[in-house]
């Protein structure tokens, strides 16, 4: 079967709309998540999970902080996964915690 130029744009269209559409409705990926081995998560001792904060390294941590309530998540309160104004491209997990918090 012979595909014609005009049957191949329409197809790469699709698949790229296709593409897209899935990346906004699942969100953030493995790839792009930043892990807490990275240098700049360790850093600033970020954990993907707040309530495993170890508290006697990190005194300043309260009870209720989490990345989606700081100032630097780029994302709603209600995603799983936003970006950071510290990790550039790389997403936290919305359930995260690190030193830099701020809620001002």
Request: positive net charge; charged residues 15%.
């Amino acid at each position: 079967m012979k595909t014609s130029r005009r049957q191949f744009l329409l197809l790469s269209a699709g698949v790229g709309s296709s593409l897209v559409l899935s990346r906004a409705v699942f969100g953030a990926t493995a790839a792009n998540t930043i892990s807490e081995s990275d240098p700049q998560a360790r850093a600033v001792g970020y954990v993907a999970d707040a309530s495993k904060v170890d508290k006697a390294k990190f005194p300043s941590f309260a009870p209720g902080q989490s990345c989606a309530n700081c100032s630097l998540f780029q994302g709603k309160a209600s995603d799983a996964y936003g970006g950071c104004t510290l990790f550039g491209d790389k997403q936290v997990a919305s359930r995260g915690w690190c030193s830099s918090y701020s809620n001002i």
